[in-house]
């Protein structure tokens, strides 16, 4: 198969940062790189993780009050396990 070379501008540190990371979990950072180019042509599309970080405040803040809520009985329909919500769905006709 034939090669070619993709040149492209990026902050020493990301560069870095990006290399320890594919180091990390064992394979050079050209894999990722050409992982992310397949999935781009196969989806059109670019898609970005939050994994690893911090939920935001105002996701904090809707969570306690979504479980405030809950407590007080102030949702409807309250799920407590995914079953009783397809199952709440199925009766809906969803």
Same mark, same amino acid.
């Given at each position: 198969? %034939?090669?070619?070379?993709? @040149?492209?501008? &990026?902050?020493?540190? +990301?560069?870095? /940062?990006?290399?320890? +990371?594919?180091?990390? !979990? $064992? ?5 990722? #790189? *050409?992982? =992310?180019?397949?999935? =781009? #042509? ?5 898609? =970005?993780? @939050?994994?690893? /970080?911090?939920?935001?405040?105002? !996701? &904090?803040?809707? #969570?306690?009050?979504? !479980?405030?809520?809950?407590?007080? $009985? *102030?949702?409807?329909?309250? =799920? ?5 919500? &397809? %199952?709440?769905? *199925?009766?809906? $006709? #969803?």
């Amino acid at each position: 198969m %034939n090669y070619t070379v993709v @040149a492209t501008k &990026i902050d020493p540190q +990301t560069k870095k /940062e990006a290399m320890e +990371t594919a180091q990390e !979990l $064992g394979m050079p950072l050209s894999v990722v #790189i *050409k992982a =992310f180019l397949k999935q =781009f #042509i196969r989806t059109k599309s670019v898609e =970005f993780s @939050a994994r690893n /970080e911090e939920p935001s405040e105002y !996701l &904090i803040r809707t #969570i306690k009050q979504a !479980l405030k809520d809950k407590k007080e $009985g *102030k949702a409807s329909p309250v =799920f407590n396990t995914e079953r009783e919500a &397809i %199952n709440w769905l *199925k009766q809906q $006709g #969803i």
